[in-house]
């Protein structure tokens, strides 16, 4: 019997390593974790309507070059990420681009503007932010942004593909390690629709669509808003759940 509770307690042990070493960051505010060679994911949290979202977001670094896909949905956590960020890559330029206007992409610019990350948006999420004065301090860009970063060993594309979880959501991604951040316009597997209030429905099929056929359809990896990562059927569920 004593035996027994020896194995039990090796294998709860081991377990909780593992669970523990998913993230190389953890606290009540973001968790950080890596998914490729460049390429991390941070999470951090929204409430809604009573319930803690997690939401996620996006970083790679190439060289001394980091650029970050949604800031974190507050402040405190943004400066966690940034200080973490800081700390282990003592970057010499850090970008940002925020996927739409909502809290769970912008929360945390003015944070990042303050601490000197250079903010680029697309036009239409410049117009559509709440916050006009935060909005005016941002780079604006028409349709399409690519960047060449740690001197060209990464390139990174960001795109408006058209309207689906809001007007203004862009696309990014991330050609090295083959990753594509849909955010809120791609769903994870088993997801419901979400918050509707600024969608439009009729055409989210339309653009995940288009995303598909793109060059950004070739992804590896496809990272949703909210939920898990997975592959190319996220676009599949996704466009099945607004097809009709």
Not at 55 to 75: E, L, Y
Not at 204 to 218: A, D, Q
Request: hydrophobic residues 35%.
């Amino acid at each position: 019997m004593g035996r027994w509770w020896i194995y039990i307690a090796v294998i709860f042990v081991l377990v909780c390593a593992r669970s523990k070493s998913l993230y190389l960051y953890e606290t009540t505010n973001l968790k950080i974790k890596q998914l490729s060679e460049h390429t991390y994911q941070h999470i951090s949290y929204l409430n809604y309507n009573g319930n803690s979202i997690g939401c996620n977001g996006v970083f790679a670094v190439f060289g001394r070059d980091v650029i970050i896909i949604d800031s974190p949905t507050t402040d405190w956590a943004t400066n966690e990420l940034l200080d973490y960020i800081d700390d282990k890559f003592s970057p010499k330029r850090t970008l940002a681009i925020p996927n739409h206007f909502h809290v769970d992409c912008t929360g945390g610019l003015n944070t990042m503007i303050e601490r000197g990350v250079e903010i680029h948006a697309y036009k239409k999420t410049i117009d559509y932010m709440e916050d006009q004065a935060l909005a005016q301090r941002l780079h604006s860009f028409d349709f399409n942004l690519d960047f060449e970063l740690g001197n060209g060993e990464g390139v990174v594309l960001t795109q408006y593909f058209g309207p689906a979880h809001t007007k203004d959501n862009v696309a990014t991604y991330i050609l090295p390690d083959s990753i594509l951040f849909g955010g809120c316009m791609v769903k994870s597997l088993k997801a419901g629709k979400g918050n509707l209030a600024d969608a439009d429905t009729l055409q989210w099929s339309n653009t995940i669509r288009s995303i598909k056929n793109n060059t950004f359809g070739k992804a590896k990896m496809v990272v949703p808003g909210h939920g898990k990562a997975g592959s190319e059927e996220l676009l599949d569920y996704t466009i099945q759940m607004y097809e009709n």
